[in-house]
């Protein structure tokens, strides 16, 4: 072999060696980033209930399903802050989801409210039908979006019920009752026309204002009140049911635009899929709470049936009113009042 074609060959196989090297350096940020490990921490205001079990069911799909490049951090009764903090930690990325009541992000987009509208739902299983209704739960889940949040689940918690430090038979037992609400304009509303006061206040504060007697009760849901342990407090539980709670995840849109595409395919697919996956959990669990309730002492408490009707005769209006004055919000009020008509 001459001189010339040996110079020649080396050359070539310096030319495709020079070429290997400057493909495997443009891949190797791709790879480096396949082969991170993410931390996902999970932010919630209770604890032993249906959010706190959603992050654990979450966890456990998502570390599954990515071979453990992303690993899960639960933090459930509000160890990384108030509720608001919590919030803006998602949006900033210091925390990378938070789960709790949608009335809690109205700070961010007064829209989230809307799940407080009373008068709607005829019982736990038609709400539930309702959120998820794809053409409800996907513009309900789309809010936040230009504020840093990504919603990836919608479920339901319980029915609205009264917790209280003096009985609640009638009515006119409420009147003026200073009672702690979610932060929304349309639970205030609620209050304000059954005669009482609304307060609203972070989670953390309730039990030691029932127990000072800062406030005469609360509305949220009997297994909030049994897994916290009101029943030492306020022993007394009045199921109105005139409205529901539910529950919302919101991931941090900033973290999530950080992963590789197919994890991100993984946090909102396994989202939806624990939105399903919760519910028989928390229809258990609800019936558990009331149980957990009496037995400890706890009385539950109906209104007399015409008072009930009477109670949703002077809310039932409470959505449509609060609403019509605010155009984006009642677009998505609409939306969801469609969504209960289509169940009917």
Not at 80 to 88: D, F, H, M, N, V
Not at 113 to 136: C, N, W, Y
Not at 229 to 241: G, I, N, P, V
């Amino acid at each position: 072999m001459s001189g010339l074609r040996i110079l020649a060959m080396r050359r070539a196989a310096m030319v495709m060696a020079g070429a290997l090297g400057v493909a495997l350096t443009a891949a190797m940020p791709a790879m480096a980033q396949d082969q991170k490990t993410f931390t996902m921490k999970l932010s919630t205001a209770t604890i032993n209930d249906s959010q706190h079990e959603w992050m654990k069911m979450f966890v456990a799909a998502v570390e599954k399903d990515s071979g453990g490049r992303i690993k899960g951090e639960i933090y459930p009764a509000s160890q990384l802050g108030s509720i608001p903090r919590q919030i803006e930690g998602t949006q900033f990325g210091s925390i990378q989801g938070w789960i709790g009541p949608p009335e809690f992000l109205v700070g961010v987009d007064d829209r989230f409210e809307v799940l407080s509208a009373p008068g709607l739902f005829t019982s736990m299983k038609h709400a539930d039908r309702v959120i998820k209704d794809p053409q409800f739960q996907k513009p309900l889940l789309a809010l936040g979006a230009n504020k840093g949040l990504v919603g990836i689940s919608l479920f339901i918690s319980a029915p609205s019920a009264f917790n209280t430090r003096t009985p609640v038979r009638h009515l006119a037992d409420l009147k003026g009752k200073k009672i702690r609400v979610l932060a929304s304009p349309m639970q205030n509303e609620q209050i304000t026309r059954l005669g009482g006061t609304p307060v609203a206040l972070t989670l953390g504060d309730v039990l030691p204002a029932l127990q000072q007697g800062t406030i005469d009760g609360a509305v949220s849901t009997v297994p909030v009140f049994a897994a916290f342990q009101y029943y030492d407090a306020a022993k007394y539980m009045t199921e109105t049911e005139h409205s529901y709670v539910f529950s919302v995840a919101e991931m941090s849109k900033k973290w999530l635009d950080s992963l590789p595409p197919d994890l991100q395919k993984i946090i909102i697919d396994e989202g939806a899929k624990m939105g399903e996956a919760i519910t028989p959990w928390q229809f258990d669990f609800y019936d558990r709470g009331r149980k957990i309730w009496v037995d400890k002492g706890g009385e539950l408490i109906k209104l007399p049936p015409d008072e009930e009707a009477a109670m949703l005769e002077k809310l039932g209006s409470v959505g449509e009113d609060i609403s019509k004055t605010r155009p984006p919000l009642k677009e998505i009020y609409d939306v969801m009042v469609a969504a209960v008509k289509r169940d009917k």
